[in-house]
T-cell receptor, first 119, second 114 residues
Framework: DVKVTQSSRYLVKRTGEKVFLECVQD?????MFWYRQDPGLGLRLIYF???????EKGDIPEGYSVSREKKERFSLILESASTNQTSMYLC??????????????????FGAGTRLSVL | GNSVTQMEGPVTLSEEAFLTINCTYT??????LFWYVQYPGEGLQLLLK?????DKGSNKGFEATYRKETTSFHLEKGSVQVSDSAVYFC?????????????FGRGTSLIVHP
């Protein structure tokens, strides 16, 4: 089974702290994604990555950065946490590479989520 | 651009009732369509998918048919159980701009009472 593991289920941080959310997948997927999930807003894409050291902005990248030094690991960084970043964060991975194959293979596999509270 | 619209919830049903959750989409290309489910305290997981017109995806008693003429992918189940209580997301994947970034609906919460 594909496994996407997020390092923490719950985090409580203070305003202004630098926060790292880690995600690891074990299926050698090229694509990895970070979303945030808020009531009434569904899933919103923050950043995604198609390859090691490669990143692209999603719909709401402001206040976030990412790092992908190894294929299996994709980190989300909140440079200076703010209260409006309190949310559920979901990591996902998928295969194959975006310019090959059919869309049906682009199934996303999600981690269990990290619920972040910024006080 | 692409978009997915699904009915707002919550949808509240009694056990063994019939379920329909509506989903319509707009896409520039010829997308694949998905339903994901999120059980309480968990991430999303794929429930079913369809890749071309008139395809029917099915899993765990749930079904959805890819209707290109109405751009719809409604989720149905003939007899829901308490354990089906979850949030359901309709999604599409399309090669817009050379990428396969999926587009998700906002989710529909389903509550099933005994």
């Amino acid at each position: 089974d594909v496994k996407v593991t997020q390092s923490s289920r719950y985090l409580v941080k203070r305003t202004g702290e630098k926060v790292f959310l880690e995600c690891v997948q074990d299926m050698d997927h090229e694509n990895m994604f970070w979303y945030r999930q808020d009531p009434g807003l569904g899933l919103r894409l923050i950043y995604f990555s198609y390859d090691v050291k490669m990143k692209e902005k999603g719909d709401i990248p402001e206040g976030y950065s990412v790092s992908r030094e190894k294929k299996e690991r994709f980190s989300l960084i909140l440079e200076s946490a703010s209260t409006n970043q309190t949310s559920m964060y979901l990591c996902a991975s998928s295969s194959p590479p975006p310019r090959q194959g059919r869309g049906a293979k682009n199934i996303q596999y999600f981690g269990a989520g990290t619920r972040l509270s910024v006080l | 651009g692409n978009s997915v619209t699904q009915m707002e919830g919550p949808v509240t049903l009694s056990e063994e009732a019939f379920l329909t959750i509506n989903c319509t989409y707009t896409a520039t290309g010829y997308p694949s369509l998905f339903w994901y489910v999120q059980y309480p305290g968990e991430g999303l997981q794929l429930l079913l998918k369809a890749t071309k017109a008139d395809d029917k995806g099915s899993n765990k008693g749930f079904e959805a048919t890819y209707r290109k003429e109405t751009t719809s992918f409604h989720l149905e189940k003939g007899s829901v159980q308490v354990s089906d209580s979850a949030v359901y997301f309709c999604a599409l994947s399309d090669r817009e701009g050379g990428s396969y970034i999926p587009t998700f609906g906002r989710g529909t919460s389903l509550i099933v009472h005994p």
